[in-house]
């Protein structure tokens, strides 16, 4: 089983939302050293944690990172964004957008920092999928998790043997900046956070925090129209 207690954590977009909320309950367990990015480090508040700056999109970004933060053994890659792009309307680099933050960029994280963790003895990875993994919303933002959510599960063979164990959350509306303009029931983010440490510390292939993915996820083995039931009428 994995130990919080007196590991060492970097959590990618740490400095708020549910990542502000994973560095909090990080220290609550006992993590030794909790290294929290944000692309301006100033806006790291929590007074324990180690501000990083990091762009995920960017190699050269995640290089410096993974050269600073040499004694990590728990990798959260919790950074993304929701860019609103239209798969018809919008220019295709407005499309890739999402690709790039939630798809490549926790790759190149977890690529630069697999070595890292293994020469520390081995740890955990967990990456934050979303419920729209499994339920498309209508734009690139689902498509980008539900790459990030088939990522997970290939990275997940190929690390187990090599000492890694991986988890993937799920989580529909969560109170955070990404969806203050949705006007919907929101989980807060400290209890997603204590339900995907929970996973990490019984080495939970898969957290589903809520009764929403929950929800989704049986909905999958059924007729389509359960999941889209305006292709019912
Ligand atoms: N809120 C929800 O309803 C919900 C539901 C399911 C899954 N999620 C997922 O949960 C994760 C956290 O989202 P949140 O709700 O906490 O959103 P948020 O409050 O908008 O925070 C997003 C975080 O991601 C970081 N980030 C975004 N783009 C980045 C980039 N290119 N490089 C580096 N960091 C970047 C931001 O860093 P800066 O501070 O530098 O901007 C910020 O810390 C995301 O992966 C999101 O897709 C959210």
Redesign the pocket.
């Known amino acids: 089983m994995t130990a919080i207690k007196d590991s060492v954590v970097l959590v990618?977009?740490?400095?708020?939302?549910?990542?502000k909320a994973l560095v909090d309950e990080l220290f609550r367990r006992g993590a030794a050293k909790v290294y929290a990015?944000?692309?301006?480090p100033r806006?790291v508040t929590h007074p324990d944690a180690v501000p990083l700056k990091?762009?995920?999109?960017d190699e050269d970004s995640v290089a410096d990172v993974a050269a600073r933060a040499t004694d990590v053994t728990i990798l959260i890659n919790?950074?993304?964004?929701?860019a609103g792009a239209s798969y018809l309307d919008s220019p295709l680099d407005e499309v890739r957008r999402d690709l790039d933050?939630?798809f490549y960029?926790p790759l190149l994280v977890t690529r630069a920092f697999v070595p890292v963790i293994e020469r520390n003895g081995g740890g955990h990875l967990l990456n934050?999928?979303?419920?729209?993994s499994w339920l498309a919303d209508g734009g690139p933002y689902s498509a980008s998790?539900a790459a990030l959510w088939s990522q997970t599960n290939s990275l997940r063979l190929q690390l187990r043997p090599r000492g890694i164990v991986v988890t993937g959350l799920h989580?529909?509306?969560?109170d955070?900046?990404?969806?203050a303009k949705i006007d919907a029931p929101?989980s807060a983010?400290v209890d997603v956070a204590a339900a995907a440490l929970d996973g990490v510390e019984t080495d939970a292939f898969e957290v589903l925090a809520d009764d929403v993915s929950r929800g989704v996820k049986s909905a999958l083995s059924g007729d389509i129209t359960l999941l889209y039931p305006q292709l019912a009428a």
């Open positions: 990618t977009g740490g400095s708020r939302g549910i990542g990015t944000a692309r301006d806006t990091l762009e995920v999109t919790n950074a993304g964004a929701a933050t939630n960029g934050v999928h979303s419920a729209l998790k989580v529909a509306y969560v955070t900046d990404m969806t929101k983010a």
